[in-house]
């Protein structure tokens, strides 16, 4: 009997639930490079390069593991350059008797599996997910009746369902869930930061690299300075770093931004938990050590694992529970596209160029620069959420739909009317320069709303809430930033709006369709 197991390109485990109900002896791994899914979105070219090469690296661990691997390569695809048709091609060459694989990451791709079985007259076995704690049944008991779907509670479950940091008695480890309260400081540009390794590349790296550059010329993203784990060994070191250098600062300094800093005390592993190379299930028992062996505060502990087994898994769950339509969700109906600039980094606001330059040169950027800077703006200026959902989907490394869509569209748009979050997330520039030091260095000043030099997101800040109160002015914690707009009066007020359309009309609007992608 001849099993073929597909393995996609998200799916880089060696533990995944496909393989572990195959028998290597008998079993074929399929593994396909399709153009499809490398050009249906305009991705950033370093992500491009590093999906492909931890692929192939990842075959290369799997025949070293005893697994034959079917691979097919990016320039010899078999007819159409689909994953059907490649799947189709490979049912064709190998007879099997059954297809096994682990369920997809996104609607769109789960569709296409549960295609195969009448399309191709094979039986397809479709296999949870279990390097996640919560299943999609799981988050939709917990979900099930609920009025509001706050992660706290669903953090707390989490942390039950797996006995992490709680006591023999089954309470949580120092009396309390969340110790969120003694993290959130700013950072100055002079304190330690830790080094984390760089992994320079290797001829298959370098491989993949040259192609992105020949055959995605269209697509933006620098491939310079390349220093991503693309083995699973790499990513461990990479992850063992973290652990020893960086994490007891992680929840001290998570919010804070450091112009030219791009590391800072986070942990870059989302690129590696995503596409399969690190197993979040070890990364919390590695935590659990840490701590019973007082190496590791308990804060620090804990504030980073609620970001993984909280955020995270939350953040899948509400992509699965909200359903395929939920991509169409436009709470404030925004319809503006992005400013060419987010494309460009070429903006006086030098917290925008901060960010946009270290996006586009490291496919990178954390979360407080995402939700606060660029998502901000967006959602200031009444941008499409469909459209800057594209745009993150393109620009970061660690962008799959089931974490990138709630994060952009729900999180940081509002675009859901508050499934995610309990109000939009906006401000001021305060904000921005309470967290950061780039507004020291920026052509506006931050401490005006009005005027030729004063900060953009004042202005805006204060006109999104006008513009939105039908739909906001009912929201209890929107109830104090009310109370201050309509302290204002009313001349202020006509000041402050007037300056947001002048800011609003000197944008343009970069227009938003599948891009060109892969030349051929
Ligand atoms: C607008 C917007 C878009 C985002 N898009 C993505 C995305 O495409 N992919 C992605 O993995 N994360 C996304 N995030 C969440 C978060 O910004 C990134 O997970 C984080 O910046 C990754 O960097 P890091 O590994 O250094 O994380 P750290 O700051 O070191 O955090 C540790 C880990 O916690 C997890 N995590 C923390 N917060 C979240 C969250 N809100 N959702 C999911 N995981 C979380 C990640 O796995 C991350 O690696 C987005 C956030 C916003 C506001
Ligand atoms: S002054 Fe305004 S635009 Fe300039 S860096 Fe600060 S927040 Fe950004």
Redesign the pocket.
Known sequence: MTTLVLVLGDQLSLSLSSLRAADPASAIVLMVEVAEEASYVRHHRRKLAYILSAMRHHAEALRDAGWTVDYVPLEAAHGPASFTGEVAAAVERHKPDRLLVTEAGEWRVQAMLESWQTLFGVPVEILTDDRFIASHADFHSWANGRSDLVMEYFYREQRVRTGLLLTDGGKPEGGRWNYDKENRKPAESDLFMPEPPCFPADAITREFIALVQRRFQDLLGDLDEWDLAVTRGDALTAQAAFLDQALCS?GDY?DAMVSGAHRMW?????PY??SGLLDPLELYREFEARYRAGTVPLNCAEG?IR??IG??EY?RGIYWLAGPDYVDRNFFGSTRGLPSFYWTGETDMNCMAQVLEQTWRYA?A??IQ??MVT?NFALLIGADPNAVHLW?MEV?L???EW??LP??LG??QFGDGGLVGTKPYVSTGQYINRMSDYCGGCRYDVKQRVGPDACPFNSLYWDFLARNRDKLGANRRMRNAYASWDRFGVDTQEKVRAKAAEVIAGLDEAPYGPGPGDQG
């Open positions: 992680f998570q986070h942990s870059h592993l989302s938990l995503n980073f970001q993984i955020w995270r953040m990178y954390h979360h995402r939700l998502g993150y970061y660690d962008a799959y974490v990138t994060n952009t999180m940081s």
